[in-house]
């Protein structure tokens, strides 16, 4: 007796016929556009959901690398001949240019770092100096050439370059004068005395993020070892690398050309926490998404088994036509992967859509719910430095805040 081989054409004629049966005949169409729907929604809802929070998390990780290294590179400290311990680099050109050498890193910059007090006029607030080579700033993301910003970034060198946030706190702009307050000053016959300088405010970035936009100055690297009395040293080594998600791949050959009392402080060593949270909170969505999908499927299973029952008859005649168990359950088979995989198909399509005009689709849900478009705050829009009596805030930008002149 010849056999057919699976999968043959009246296999799929059957299973067609089948999934396409009137009411009279069953009913079992609607049982297969249900599931058919179910499935479309699970898998839409599994890649939609899932997208958004890669998004968030692909975001979220720029704005902390964006205007932060990948890889601190600093010193354990060696005791010095009267006992103090010193930390830093003395040969710090040195170290960063063995650090540029290792495969994968893209730039590496000493810096000086110190705590200072700014004020103007009558405010003050607390920063952090960083002091840096022109070219090293001009190279940072959210920071240096193409960053949102005020000013020239070519005229660093003339004075410094400082947060949004101190410039909105102070209620400073472009050309105006800052008074850089280091405790550690001068030191003369009766102590150490504060040292005050004032510097010009020539460019204001805007990195995205509170702390560092509210906290965070920018000096001119040998100004800022002469302001802190680090002439000749740098406090560490600022690394980027290409791939900064493997950046624990490139530990051994930095901690190796950074000497032997050379230590390393990555990004996933200070944001570790957060990371963690969002891959366990990944974890939990795509597990209880999953569950989702398993009960859309189940709808396809039990129309199969209604299916089955309902054609009790029909079985009883292929099998007398000389079909085979085999042939039968592939009919079958065919009925049920043939509704999977086509909602599969459109949830995925629907799923992508979404994810790349989730913008679109988001104004046109704030028109229609009366918030009006345009209600996403452009970078510029949101960068209200000044207080409300400046020329260039809130009408000019555009940005809706609580301004008088917005």
Known sequence: MATTAPFSRFEWMIAWRYLRARRAEGG??????????????????????????????????????????????????????????????????????????????????????????????????????????????????????????????????????????????????????????????????????????????????????????????????????????????????????????????????????????????????SAGAFLRALDVEDNIMFVILSILVLIASMNIVSGLIMLVKNKGRDIGILRTMGLTEGAVLRVFFLCGASTGLVGTALGVALGCLFAIYIDPIFSFVNYMAGAGYGTRRSGASMRCLRSCNWPMCCRQLGCRCSCPLS
């Open 28 to 269: 079992v169409s609607v049982m297969t556009w249900i599931s058919l729907v179910g499935i479309t929604l699970a898998v839409f809802a599994l890649i939609a959901t899932l997208s958004v929070r890669a998004g968030f998390r692909a975001e979220f990780v720029d704005t902390i690398l964006g205007a932060n290294a990948h890889v601190t590179v600093y010193s354990a400290g060696r005791v010095a001949g009267d006992g103090r311990l010193e930390r830093g680099f003395a040969d710090y050109d040195a170290v960063a240019g063995r650090v540029a050498q290792v495969e994968g890193v893209t730039r590496a910059a000493p810096l000086v770092k110190g705590q200072v007090m700014v004020t103007a006029g009558e405010g003050s607030t607390g920063a952090e100096v960083f002091g840096i080579r022109p070219a090293d700033l001009e190279a940072i993301p959210r920071v240096g050439i193409g960053a949102e910003a005020e000013g020239d970034v070519k005229r660093f060198s003339e004075g410094i370059a400082i947060g949004s946030g101190i410039a909105r706190e102070l209620g400073v702009g472009l050309g105006d004068r800052l008074r850089v307050i280091s405790p550690s000053g001068v030191k003369t016959a009766f102590g150490t005395s504060p040292r005050v300088n004032a510097y010009e405010v020539v460019y204001i970035f805007t990195a995205g993020r509170y702390d560092i936009d509210r906290t965070r100055i920018y000096m001119p690297f040998e100004e800022a070892q002469a302001y802190f009395n680090k002439e000749g040293r740098a406090d560490e080594i600022e690394v980027m690398v290409a791939e900064p998600e493997r950046v624990d791949d490139l530990a051994g050959p930095l901690l190796q050309a950074a000497g032997p009392d050379g230590m390393l402080w990555t990004w996933r060593d």
